[in-house]
């Protein structure tokens, strides 16, 4: 056996049993053919005939036995008794797409006696090379190469004479016949498949023709770095809004008050600590205690409800709220912004913001040490199981977990007076769910592994994706300010479809700090599809569409996919702006 091709080999004796015709396989490397004048008879040599083998395996080597002078003259005689005049052949019509461009391979008529006395292998005439094929395996041709057989004289002086004839081609890049010598056979190794990342990238919708961001085109890191909070700006601020909010507090749990049981919860971005750009903005809920109330959806709408009281106790502070048992959501917010104006006209720098149609929050403008806003928001504090519009809500449970899902459902939850709406006008003694309190908890323990972004553990991008996201639309509006259609969108739909995001990528792995730029596109291309779609589902009450055309106009919601579609395509050049 042949140790480098494995293929059964058959040698002729050491004097000069060979074949009819010597292949030098050495020179260029093609592969030899066998001759058609395998039956002319060999002369024995002086060790006694050798069986020459039937058939050898393609691509096998066969190794060749030295001849002697007398072998190479008697060799002379054999060939001019035992050849023919050739016969000429035309070139076979090509078929499209064959391997061999004519359909078969395209053979040299044999050579005569004179060529082969004389030293020489031309090509006989009439044989036309077919054009060689582009990338083909076998030297460019389309068919093997074959090499014309070596006279007499070449074989007695051990030498390989390259037939004329056309020009050989270079070796392939790559291929085994570097040198044009057959080397040998090397263990090709496995191709390995284009790497991805692990997660699966959320895709466009077909009809968004999304073109991929250029790789390098902007640098996240850079607009994080400027989106930076100050600790001193930070710390001025923050005591700026608790002077004011603890002046309010105190006046709110007076014995004079109908709220005198309320308590401060610090809600918002600012508490979230994902913030952006500067100190300037803060939500403040006053949460109050109430008795044990019995809820009535409104028109199934699944956020909005009427308030009743189950057992209304007697001397409840509560009561002069009440319209037809229901507990008016109109006329506690006008009594709550009422005291409010009272004791801020106390507050040097302190003025109350013109009230909003349908807005729960009483908003605060602090000039002093620079202009802050403070929503200062009325919550009811409900210590009942969640209504039923949130049994399918919070898909946290591959995210963070079911034990975790089970456990936020227990802690109570808080209703506003944010009026439902019916068509161009306000049912005022609605009250709307509401959840921030969970979604705080939520951002502060954000990684499937508890120790994820700890002082300790592995960093994740999360909060750094919903930054920049935040900052995109503030960024927009600020370009588009006299434009009414970005009026009705705000952050709460930007962290709404943060949250499904990191849902449907739950693992700490899909949200590695290396890959900021990556996950944060992968944000962008979810809000994009939910734009499209005119489809953002409430991230506690599924029934909820944020993006529905009685909530946001479609020409709205096209306007903002076209403006992010650009930023994104062009490395977000926004972010350089004001």
Not at 66 to 86: M, Y
Not at 331 to 345: D, G, P, T
Not at 399 to 428: C, I, S
Request: aromatic share 6%; with cysteine.
């Amino acid at each position: 056996m042949d140790p480098q091709r494995g293929n059964a080999t058959k040698t002729g004796s050491k004097a000069g049993a060979t074949t009819p015709m010597v292949s030098a396989q050495g020179a260029n490397g093609a592969r030899r053919k066998p001759s058609p004048m395998a039956s002319t008879p060999t002369k024995p040599s002086a060790s006694g005939p050798q069986k020459r083998p039937q058939v050898r395996a393609r691509g096998a080597r066969a190794e060749k036995a030295p001849l002697s002078a007398e072998d190479t003259e008697d060799r002379q005689a054999d060939l001019a008794e035992g050849l023919k005049p050739p016969t000429v052949r035309g070139p076979p019509l090509s078929r499209p797409g064959s391997r061999c461009e004519g359909g078969a391979r395209t053979k040299k008529a044999a050579l005569s006696v004179e060529d082969v006395l004389d030293g020489q292998a031309g090509l006989a005439e009439g044989s036309e090379l077919p054009l060689p094929r582009a990338g083909s395996r076998r030297e460019e041709g389309g068919a093997r190469t074959k090499k014309a057989p070596l006279s007499a004289k070449a074989v007695v002086d051990g030498q390989a004479i390259q037939p004329e004839g056309p020009e050989l081609l270079l070796p392939r890049a790559g291929s085994r016949r570097e040198g044009a010598v057959r080397s040998a056979p090397e263990r090709r190794p496995v191709s390995r498949p284009t790497e991805v990342p692990d997660h699966d990238p959320l895709v466009p919708a077909p009809s968004l023709c999304l073109r991929e961001p250029a790789p390098g085109a902007w640098n996240p890191r850079a607009v994080l770095k400027k989106l930076k909070l100050r600790s001193s700006e930070i710390s001025d601020a923050a005591e700026a809004v608790n002077s004011v909010v603890d002046l309010l507090l105190r006046r709110l749990q007076s014995c004079q008050s109908e709220f005198k049981g309320v308590s401060l919860l610090g809600t918002g971005s600012y508490y979230e600590r994902v913030k952006v750009s500067a100190p300037n903005e803060f939500d403040v809920m006053f949460q109050l205690d109430t008795p044990r109330i019995q809820l009535e959806e409104y028109r199934n709408s699944g956020a909005h409800y009427f308030v009743k009281f189950k057992r209304n106790p007697t001397g409840n502070p509560l009561n002069e709220f009440l319209e037809e048992e229901m507990l008016s959501a109109s006329k506690m917010l006008s009594k709550f912004r009422e005291i409010i104006k009272e004791e801020v006209k106390n507050i040097a720098d302190v003025s109350v913001e013109k009230k909003k149609r349908g807005c729960p929050a009483v908003t605060l403008l602090i000039s002093k040490p620079k202009e802050i806003s403070v929503d200062v928001i009325l919550a009811l504090k409900v210590k009942s199981s969640w209504p039923d519009s949130t049994q399918e809500g919070l898909p946290i449970r591959s995210w963070l977990g079911a034990k975790v899902r089970r456990n936020l459902r227990l802690q109570p939850f808080y209703l506003v007076p944010k009026f439902a709406k019916e068509g161009n006008h306000f049912q005022e003694e609605t009250w709307r769910l509401s959840f921030s309190h969970i979604e705080k908890n939520i951002l502060e323990n954000h990684g499937k592994a508890k120790t994820c972004c700890e002082y300790d553990g592995v960093k994740c991008c999360r909060k750094d994706c919903l930054k920049l996201m935040k900052y995109l639309l503030e960024q927009l509006k600020k370009k588009f300010g006299n434009r009414k259609e970005l009026n009705k969108f705000c952050s709460y739909h930007v962290k709404t479809a943060f949250f499904h995001g990191c849902a449907e990528n739950p693992d700490d792995s899909d949200w590695q700090s290396k890959d900021l730029e990556l996950c944060f596109d992968r944000c962008v291309q979810y809000f994009l599809q939910c734009l499209e779609k005119e489809c953002l589902e409430h991230f506690f009450i599924p029934v909820v569409n944020l993006f529905s055309r009685d909530k946001i106009d479609k020409n709205s919601k096209e306007f903002l996919l076209k403006e992010i579609e650009y930023e994104r395509n062009n490395g977000y050049p926004i972010f350089g702006e004001f």
